[in-house]
């Protein structure tokens, strides 16, 4: 992966631009994920959340959480001398899930991030990509000492043996590369699965 500057310029012979969608529940370190891992400064759209939001926004695990993405995230990865990854972080809350199907719109794949204090925040995020059929992986950001198994997760999310479930550190730039590489191995698999035997 390469190494993050705040102003490093796009390569001309840059042709190909892939996109992924990282999605989640509210305050599940979506915005955290993009940040670490992008090679640019990111574009974030945060703001600090207001009295406004008391009563819309579920906030119950993540009090002291301040600010809050209110259209979507955007990083960048230099794969190499033609590809480019995009990263679009989603904003969680339900009042802005209608900008998830735009920003599904030409996505190879999805990271779902699961923060296990609101694991049920995950399943609108699961159910809209099964819905457009998009590849997904699911990733455990570990905020704090894990309390159940990735099999316990699996289970409560009720997610098939072929999707690809890992633990992760958001803050961590090598921790979200290795997210971000296992949703590449999975896109790999899918494709090879689809090839028509000779």
Not at 25 to 34: C, E, I, N
Not at 38 to 58: K, N
Not at 164 to 169: E, V
Request: a negative charge; hydrophobic letters at 40%; charged letters at 25%.
């Amino acid at each position: 992966m390469p190494s993050r500057t705040s102003d490093q310029p796009l390569r001309e012979t840059a042709r190909d631009a892939l996109k992924i969608v990282i999605v989640g529940g509210f305050g599940a370190g979506k915005t955290t994920l993009v940040n670490s891992v992008s090679e640019i400064r990111p574009l974030s759209t945060e703001e600090v959340m207001t009295q406004a939001g008391i009563g819309i926004d579920d906030r119950e695990g993540v009090l002291t959480k301040t600010t809050t993405t209110v259209a979507f995230d955007f990083g960048r990865i230099t794969l190499d001398d033609e590809k480019v990854l995009y990263l679009f972080g989603a904003p969680g809350q339900e009042r802005f899930w209608f900008l998830w199907d735009r920003l599904f719109a030409g996505t190879l794949g999805a990271v779902v991030l699961v923060d296990t204090r609101r694991l049920s925040d995950c399943w609108y995020a699961i159910d809209r990509l099964e819905h457009h059929g998009l590849p997904f992986v699911v990733a455990r950001n570990n905020f704090d000492e894990p309390t159940h198994s990735l099999e316990q997760v699996r289970a409560a999310l009720s997610l098939g043996p072929d999707v690809p479930l890992l633990d992760c550190d958001a803050r961590k730039r090598e921790s979200s590369g290795d997210v971000l590489i296992a949703l590449v191995r999975h896109l790999h698999s899918l494709s090879h699965a689809l090839e028509p035997t000779p």
